[in-house]
């Protein structure tokens, strides 16, 4: 049995009630074998079992007091995986789902992903399995406050810098880095994602939707098409699918679909500047459902109880390239199937994992652009690692600045991806070459640090 085989074994054994995290782990681990005998030092060192195992995990009880002073209490969670490249980085999600497991499964990608972006920084994540969804903004604000009298402790500047992410925006950010900075008395870099009248950077709310257009735009140009004429599917109505929409739609392409937990609209003209107006009004002022898009906008479709790829199966919907940009395991093997069928040429993922390994399999295997979300969706904690480069400096740069810095940090993951998965034998495999890529640098960091 190789190493990589001992090792996916043992995580399964000892962590079989984290099925998020197996299956992020196996779904790195197998692209990893090639490096096995060129590196025999990862192998004596056991750099293969030590970088599954997080440096810590805390697990915390959040009290707070509802507006009618019911007292709840959440779990919260903070996992500090690897931080041999840098502090550790990584969002904070606010969802009913979160356990352990999915925490450890998103600091896990968050190690190879942050390597990839080329700035210093480690992996991380944490959350809550608090559902502000519902809540009202004081009751939210008590939660953040709650949450962050235990988090202080555990982060700072250049150990833990944490972000946003599912139910995680500006609202909860600020919130957030208003009571750390009340309580250690200091105005750092220490939250990613703040409000830019208190050291936020440009460019950070769009980063993942237009870094994942990006990404994809980097893979057609390898077969000499773009994003002109094309029909994208996007899943989710957040920041990442609202901002690729805008970038799909600059580049000339077509977006037309859009989601949400309650189900999904189809609008075959496309999602032009104004409607997606409305749809960043809706979901980021008023906390509307995305069934009002069909409210405003009659000649499109909704579809309840749906995912986007549930109706481009049953609709026969044609899609060119797909940007699934809502949650993990969203794409399921069938999924696959139907978007090959209907004429898919690129998927990039928006979100963390959102294709399950046989429908990646399924993408690859029927020569479809595969972008894997560690590589494709870089581009929010690459602008975070920009805004923590603003903070520490005491400047900020404008939207265009960081711009070309986040589309120049895309092209450059791309090539790396590009250039690892070719020099370890699978060429044009951008899983393969993410993983990898990522894996050696935080590898030899490791190993120059001797046993830690």
């Known amino acids: 049995m190789s190493v990589i085989d001992e090792v996916i074994e043992k995580v399964k054994s000892k962590d079989k009630d984290q099925p998020e995290f197996i299956q992020a782990m196996t779904e790195v681990m197998g692209t990893l074998r090639p490096t096995v005998d060129k590196h025999p030092e990862f192998v004596k060192a056991k750099i293969y079992e030590r970088i599954v195992e997080p440096d810590r995990t805390i697990i915390f009880r959040v009290p707070w007091e509802g507006d ?69 903004d004081a009751e939210v604000m008590r939660f953040c406050y709650a949450f962050m009298r235990e988090l202080y402790r555990h982060i700072g500047p250049d150990t833990d ?21 009340k309580i250690v008395n200091e105005h750092t870099g220490v939250l990613t994602g703040k409000g830019l009248e208190y050291g936020g950077s440009l460019i950070r709310p769009q980063a993942t939707g237009y870094g994942v257009t990006y990404f994809a735009a980097e893979m057609l140009a390898t077969r000499g098409v773009d994003f002109k004429g094309k029909a994208v599917a996007i899943s989710g109505s957040g920041n990442v699918a609202q901002y690729a929409v805008e970038k799909v739609t600059q580049l000339g392409g077509k977006a037309v679909t859009l989601s949400d937990s309650s189900g999904v609209i189809v609008d075959e003209e496309g999602i032009n500047a104004e409607k997606l107006a409305f749809v960043m009004d809706l979901k980021g002022v008023k906390r509307g ?15 309840a109880n749906k995912s986007v790829w549930d109706v481009i199966k049953e609709q026969s919907l044609h899609i060119d390239i797909a940007l699934p940009s809502a949650t993990q395991n969203e794409i399921s093997e069938d999924h696959a199937t139907a978007l090959v069928k209907n004429g898919v040429v690129c998927v990039a993922e928006g979100a963390n994992m ?37 903070n520490s400096m005491r400047l900020a740069w404008t939207s265009e600045e960081v711009d070309a810095r986040l589309r120049g940090i ?27 890529a990522g894996f050696i640098k935080v590898a030899r960091a490791m190993l120059a640090y001797g046993i830690v």
Do not use: C, W
């Open 161 to 181: 810098v944490p972000a946003g992410d599912i139910g995680v925006g500006g609202r909860e950010i600020g919130y957030l880095f208003g009571y750390y900075k």
């Open 289 to 303: 459902r995305i069934s009002e898009y069909v409210e405003k906008y009659p000649r499109a479709k909704y579809f």
């Open 354 to 390: 959102p294709s399950v390994l046989g429908a990646i399999k399924i993408f690859q295997d029927n020569n479809v652009l595969f972008g894997p979300a560690k590589a494709a969706n870089a581009g929010g904690v690459a602008v975070s690692g920009l805004e923590m480069s603003q």
């Open 410 to 436: 895309m092209k450059s993951i791309h090539k790396a991806s590009l250039d690892a998965a070719e020099a370890y034998g699978r060429k044009g495999d951008y899983l393969t070459g993410a993983n990898i």
């Open 68 to 136: 009618n002073q019911e007292v709840h209490v959440n779990r919260g969670f903070r996992v500090q995986f690897n931080n041999a490249i840098g502090p550790y980085k990584g969002g904070l999600r606010l969802h009913p789902s979160v356990n352990l497991g999915i925490v450890k499964f998103l600091g896990f990608e968050q190690i190879f992903k942050n390597a990839l972006t080329t700035l210093p920084m480690g992996g991380g994540k944490g959350g809550a399995d608090f559902d502000p969804k519902g809540k009202s």
